[in-house]
């Protein structure tokens, strides 16, 4: 049995968990919601959906740290449903970079650090498509699902050729010497 200071201590970090789980849950809904009713034309304000999922994405490499350090202190199923939403967050995020991407403004080209923003992306893109199969895997997605989800693979495909125009036509940057 625990005394009370470890049950104290697992009670905590239950309910520090948990805020964290519905700071995600509310801020991947927004990012849904986005998807759903955003297409973004204007490169300042990709830059700001951008950065709303880079937030998503640290929260969820946060939670995943400490379930990964304390599992027995988590509530169970914690990283299967953190894997879950990684995987509705970029499911959205990249719903909304593929409408932007077919319709880039010329800023996104000859903004002061576009290009480095484009590298960024050809980089993120690259990487989760990479890893989207074991995101699968780790979320416990069903076959039946995994094949809704393909849509997402060609979209994030789609974009990395995108970018990658983009980045042809992108001057390079200005360097010191």
């Given at each position: 049995?625990?005394?009370?200071?470890?049950?104290?201590?697992?009670?905590?970090?239950?309910?520090?968990?948990?805020?964290?789980?519905?700071?995600?849950?509310?801020?991947?809904?927004?990012?849904?919601?986005?998807?759903?009713?955003e297409?973004?034309?204007?490169?300042?304000?990709?830059?700001?959906?951008?950065?709303?999922?880079k937030q998503?994405?640290?929260?969820?490499?946060?939670?995943?740290?400490?379930?990964?350090?304390?599992?027995?202190?988590?509530?169970?199923?914690?990283?299967?449903?953190?894997?879950?939403?990684?995987?509705?967050?970029?499911?959205s995020?990249?719903?909304?970079?593929?409408?932007?991407?077919?319709?880039?403004?010329?800023?996104?080209?000859?903004?002061?650090?576009a290009?480095?923003?484009?590298?960024?992306?050809?980089?993120?893109?690259?990487?989760?498509?990479?890893?989207?199969?074991?995101?699968?895997?780790?979320?416990?997605?069903?076959?039946?699902?995994?094949?809704?989800?393909?849509?997402?693979?060609?979209?994030?495909?789609?974009?990395?050729?995108?970018?990658?125009?983009?980045?042809?036509?992108?001057?390079?940057?200005?360097?010191e010497?």
């Amino acid at each position: 049995m625990l005394n009370t200071s470890e049950e104290r201590q697992k009670e905590r970090e239950k309910t520090i968990v948990n805020g964290m789980l519905a700071t995600l849950d509310g801020d991947v809904s927004a990012i849904n919601v986005l998807a759903e009713t955003e297409e973004i034309t204007k490169f300042h304000r990709y830059k700001e959906v951008r950065h709303i999922y880079k937030q998503i994405q640290q929260l969820i490499e946060q939670l995943l740290a400490r379930v990964r350090e304390k599992p027995d202190l988590v509530p169970e199923g914690t990283e299967n449903v953190v894997m879950k939403q990684k995987i509705a967050a970029l499911k959205s995020f990249t719903a909304l970079c593929v409408y932007f991407f077919r319709n880039a403004p010329p800023t996104v080209t000859r903004a002061i650090g576009a290009r480095e923003l484009l590298i960024d992306e050809q980089r993120n893109f690259t990487n989760a498509h990479e890893y989207f199969d074991m995101m699968l895997f780790e979320a416990g997605i069903d076959d039946k699902t995994a094949d809704a989800l393909e849509e997402t693979r060609t979209q994030i495909e789609e974009i990395m050729g995108l970018v990658a125009t983009l980045l042809e036509k992108s001057p390079a940057s200005l360097e010191e010497f």
